[in-house]
């Protein structure tokens, strides 16, 4: 449910559903919702735009330098000023460190649709393009340490686990997702999931791999970033 700015109370808040029994629905509320959040949860046509390197120096990267949604929620997990209680692993490390932790949409009383989320500690990497040889470190700590978190606090085998970046991401501050294999998880379809394990190949054998390629940009209708892409005649 969202519930416009105008309704806003003096601070954001995000209120999750009870836990879930049998034939009960599960619902996220966000509050206040500004127009990002609106745009981002409406129904809309998708299109699939193929976002080479130099549309993302010329297209993308100055758009979301203007208009990325703010990470003060990161911010404040890493922090420990939000959702200290609910970290299930960290590394401390300022370089190679994250933080692992239930995302937003996950209620944990269930584990069919299990999903965590892993926010790098150092601040200067937006998404998967920026990412190079100089993070495999921090990449596989990432991938290791959080499966065998996940498989000692919830007893999910890595087997089970689809761990994957976002194409392009919402929120423009390095993260990880670690969902159910059995859970279709919103966001995990070809046009938007990496598997992390796939992107530690693809850097181990071309450090640059990332920054080189054309990635798939699925924009919704509406989105700001898909009209861009129109005026530059790439749609
Ligand atoms: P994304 O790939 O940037 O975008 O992922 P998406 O939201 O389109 O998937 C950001 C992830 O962070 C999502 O899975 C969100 O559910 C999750 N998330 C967002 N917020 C604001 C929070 C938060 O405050 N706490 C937690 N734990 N997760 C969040």
Not at 89 to 102: K, M, W
Not at 137 to 145: D, H, S, V, W
Request: glycine residues 4%; proline residues 6%; positive net charge.
């Amino acid at each position: 449910m969202l519930l416009a700015p105008g309704d806003a109370p003096a601070r954001p808040v995000t209120l999750r559903s009870a836990p879930l029994r049998s034939a009960e629905i599960k619902a996220t509320v966000v509050y206040p919702a500004t127009e990002k959040h609106l745009r981002k949860y409406l129904r809309q046509p998708v299109h699939l735009v193929r976002e080479s390197a130099d549309d993302y120096e010329r297209i993308t990267l100055p758009f979301v330098r203007a208009q990325a949604l703010s990470l003060q929620w990161v911010y404040n997990i890493l922090e420990k000023k939000a959702e200290a209680e609910r970290i299930v692993y960290e590394n401390p490390d300022p370089q190679d460190g994250f933080v692992l932790l239930p995302d937003l949409k996950w209620n944990q009383s269930q584990l069919d649709d299990l999903y965590l989320i892993a926010l790098v500690r150092r601040r200067d990497l937006m998404s998967l393009r920026d990412v190079t040889a100089e993070h495999l470190p921090l990449l596989r700590n990432i991938l290791r340490e959080g499966q065998a978190a996940i498989a000692g606090r919830f007893g999910v085998a890595a087997s089970q686990l689809r761990v994957y970046l976002h194409y392009p991401p919402s929120y423009y501050h390095l993260h990880v997702h670690f969902t159910a294999l059995g859970h279709e998880a919103p966001g995990c379809a070809v046009e938007r999931a990496h598997l992390l394990a796939d992107v530690l190949d693809n850097v181990a054998r071309d450090g640059r791999h990332y920054q080189r390629r054309a990635l798939a940009c699925a924009l919704r209708d509406d989105e700001p970033l898909l009209r861009l892409f129109r005026e530059a005649g790439r749609l």
